[in-house]
């Protein structure tokens, strides 16, 4: 892509909106607009990274066993009805009536849609277990939409459901998203630690919430700091073997939000406690029958027996992923994208638009970049040298190559890596080897 070209409204003037680092780079960045509080448009560089998150995500569901299907973002308040949540939801809940006066709503959740899909397709047990996920735009009419896409009122969720014959069933099925969930953040250059969460009426520690430590997190969490270190599960895991080893380990030491603080645990670990912000990224759930149970989701047993089925609920906040991968990555000039979700891998400057060799060198190499299947981003604009390199730091690319008269005299030009600052001076080929390889 050409930056000549391209839609990408950058920002030279903080934006008095922004209390927080993401919100502020997305803003600046021309990755956003805010249509309405807590409502987003998503602009070419934005939407990239989205997509990016969206595809890690569906990589990881996909290997766990998990099967991909979109459903409505607007659903009928009878399903609703069924479960006995239409109230209970209360004002969060975005409600709607058509033409023909009948009440619908703009989900906020699946439970009830999955259950009913569920519960008119699969007879037998013999056709379970399953977990089925989509990623849909969803709605909930927070009391504080704030800090941009973090907490939005429309906002990209990746939900899962799972549908067992009994609980020792569903226990194995929690398991595979536990582990999904630790490889899914770390491919994103993140660290999400496991927390123990509220489970509600069905107790027990079969709800975790995923937190990414940063200081601007809405909740304040507890670890034990050898959490930080736990090795991530490889892209070897075998989702049909035993599983529980993982989650053991990973849930062996004291790691907590607020809600679920204690002092007692916190005075034991002494120097080994760690007390910090975090931001939650994903929450899974086993509840059981409760909604199968409310909407007669049932299926024939071995013995022609009605089971009623064990269901657990899986979530994964893919836009405030965007906002959290920047809290966690970014320094005072911009967003320090990790090459997995970054927007471009490459940004080419030219200094010189419009002198024959530089032109013609950077032509070259985003040609080759091209060519190679890397994603490049060629700022050919004829602007200060000055104001492409703060763009180029704003807008987080991992690599850099900045092309020029001076160095071509000499046959080179520099590479620059965003995260860590370091320049090196290559020859073109060099450069794009290193950057190709
Ligand atoms: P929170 O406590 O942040 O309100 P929640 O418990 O309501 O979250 P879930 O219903 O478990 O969230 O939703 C799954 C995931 O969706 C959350 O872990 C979070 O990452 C994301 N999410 C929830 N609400 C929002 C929101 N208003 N804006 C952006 N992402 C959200
Ligand atoms: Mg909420």
Known sequence: MRLSEYFLPTLKENPKEAQIASHLYMLRAGMIRQSSAGIYSWLPLGFKVLKKIEQIVREEMDRAGCQELLMPTIQPAELWQESNRYDDYGKEMLRITDRHDREMLYGPTNEE????????SIKSYKNLPINLYHQQWKFRDEVRPRFGIMRGREFLMKDAYSFDIDAAGAKLSYNKMFVAYLRTFARMGLRAIPMQADAGPIGGDMSHEFLVLADTGESEVFCHKDILDFDIPGDDV??????????????????????????????????NLVTARGIEVGHIF?????????????????????????????????SRLVGAIIEASHDDDGIIWPEAVAPFKVGIINLRASDDASDAACEDAYAKLQNAGVEVLYDDRDERGGAKFANMDLIGLPWQMVIGPRGLKDGVIEVKNRASGEKEELSIDAALTKLIG
């Open 238 to 271: 075998d989702y049909r073997s035993d599983l529980q080893p993982i989650v053991d380990k990973w849930t062996s030491l004291y790691a907590a939000t607020d809600e679920k603080a204690d002092e007692a645990q916190h005075k034991e670990l002494g120097d």
């Open 113 to 120: 849609m999955i259950t009913d899909i569920v519960r008119s």
């Open 286 to 318: 086993y509840f059981g029958d409760k909604y199968s149970k409310a909407m007669g989701a049932s299926v024939a047993g071995p013995d022609g027996k009605d089971i009623t089925l064990e269901m657990g609920s899986y979530g994964i906040g893919v």
